[in-house]
């Protein structure tokens, strides 16, 4: 084999792994938009609760004057 070639070899074998690797992070990418979608919803419905637990109480802490270290 001539040296030549056997370059275009290792380049073939590297485009080889490097296309592996990006299939990898792409699908890790896409699970972690997955989770950080589901986390941005449950945060969303955590301030609902709270908005509504605070309604409920008659507790509203911006009308609160603010604590004497200020």
Do not use: N, W
Request: without cysteine; glycine residues 4%; charged residues 25%.
């Amino acid at each position: 084999m001539s040296q030549e070639a056997s370059r275009i070899q290792d380049l073939e074998i590297r485009v080889t792994f490097l296309d592996d690797a990006v299939a990898a992070l792409s699908t890790a990418d896409a699970g972690m938009v997955q989770r950080m979608r589901a986390i941005e919803t449950a945060l969303g419905m955590l301030r609902e609760e709270l908005e509504a637990l605070r309604s409920a109480s008659g507790h509203d802490p911006h009308s609160e004057p603010p604590p004497p270290h200020y």
